[in-house]
């Protein structure tokens, strides 16, 4: 039984507000206080290596707070590990607290459940990892860094060497944690030395009691969405969190509520908000919160949206390295960007429009929040393209700047 029901313009304000989009504007310079508001709300900050903008981690802070400094991010997590690198939304950053949270997954790794491919390894090579594992409580250390990487020719591993692939196992199994240099290269150092000694020191909950605890933070994160969307901000497994969240509701922790048009039921957060409006104009990360699953995007917006870098360039429909853009509580059009840094430039490469919007309208606003973005990612102008339909609106006339 499902209890009240949401419009869908509702439940996209209600989603909207608790991803921080309707938290009000810095009112200065932005802080770490500001970065660490916008973590409390998305709970991680999902990486990923390709900077065709800029990485992405760097751009859900800046599309709910305007520009700051990107060093300052990777500052909190790599220099004062207040957050660190876990499997959770694929790689991601999370607060540092939350590790005991994901202990289950460490030890379902250790114990031969899931990525089955490094314990045969583990076990094989298991005098090497020890070696491997060693050399870390030296120091901090990158895999071409090891004494004896064990560098092998031809596909094996992708690739990778065998101290790689080593060090990559006991960051599954929990024994070493990940920070970054320059270049996003990883420096693995033991977790101990990453994690406060008070958090590894705290009880290590069941994998019910985990699960329940993060699909919680899931629908905190998400102000509503189905079970799928809850089990998918975390990955948890699908049989098991369909279980515990049945009894996080019946805890009363999450509401069970329909929402307009969704064919399954839907969680409410209980602090979920609803804003009257909510405002402002930005570009979103392809792998922020609001898209990245891309069933739901559709669902709550209407938005059918994949990444194409993997697509053939003659099979791709919008472009490499397509930003979503938001508007007020909706998602309006389709940008593909890439940063020049050879030419000291963002590249508005095509622009499309969603139907029913009025383009010349937005592309007034889009433009300055362009040209911020720009400034946001270190380069000196926007130049535009000529591709989609939105793109003769969008591109400045002649002789004014930017164009």
């Known amino acids: 039984m499902t209890g009240r029901e949401l419009s869908i313009s509702q439940a996209r304000r209600v989603a909207l507000a608790a991803q921080g989009f309707a938290d009000p504007a810095p009112a200065g310079r932005v802080d770490r206080r500001h970065l660490r508001r916008v973590m409390g709300r998305i709970k991680l900050l999902q990486l990923d290596s390709v900077p065709v903008v800029i990485r992405t981690q760097y751009l859900p802070p800046f599309s709910r707070l305007g520009c700051y400094e990107p060093p300052l991010l990777a500052r909190i997590a790599y220099r004062d590990d207040e957050w660190f690198e876990a499997w959770a939304h694929e790689a991601s950053l999370l607060p540092v607290g939350d590790e005991p949270l994901l202990r289950w997954q460490k030890q379902r790794a250790e114990q031969g459940e899931t990525w089955s491919s490094l314990v045969e390894l583990a076990r094989r090579e298991s005098g090497y990892v020890a070696e491997v594992l060693a050399q870390v409580k030296q120091r901090p250390l990158t895999a071409g860094e090891l004494a004896d990487p064990r560098r092998r020719e031809g596909e094996w591993w992708g690739g990778r060497s065998l101290g790689s692939v080593a060090l990559d196992w006991l960051f599954r199994i929990g024994a070493v944690g990940i920070r970054r240099r320059g270049n996003f290269t990883k420096e693995f150092d033991l977790l101990e030395r990453i994690v406060p000694p008070e958090v590894l020191a705290r009880p290590t909950p069941s994998a019910e009691e985990a699960h329940r605890e993060l699909l919680v933070r899931s629908g905190e ?183």
């Open 221 to 403: 994160a998400l102000g509503v969405g189905t079970a799928t969307d809850l089990i998918d901000y975390y990955r948890l497994p699908v049989r098991e969190g369909r279980a515990r969240l049945r009894e996080v509701a019946e805890q009363g922790r999450l509401e069970t509520v329909a929402v307009e048009g969704w064919s399954e039921p839907a969680y409410l957060h209980p602090s979920a908000r609803l804003p009257r409006s909510v405002d402002g104009l930005t570009v979103l990360s392809p792998f922020d919160p609001i898209v990245w699953n891309r069933d739901r995007a559709e669902r709550l917006w209407n938005f059918s949206y994949r990444i194409e870098i993997y697509v053939p360039a003659s099979k791709r429909v919008y472009g490499y390295y397509v930003l979503p853009v938001l508007d007020g509580a909706q998602l309006v059009a389709r940008l593909d960007l890439k940063t020049d840094r050879s030419a000291n430039t963002l590249q508005v490469q095509a622009a499309y429009a969603e139907p029913n919007i009025d383009q010349p309208a937005l592309a007034d606003r889009l433009r300055p929040h362009l040209d911020e973005l720009a400034h946001f990612v270190g380069v000196a102008e926007v130049r535009y393209g000529s591709r989609g339909d939105l793109m003769p609106a969008l591109r400045p006339a002649p002789g004014d700047s930017g164009g």
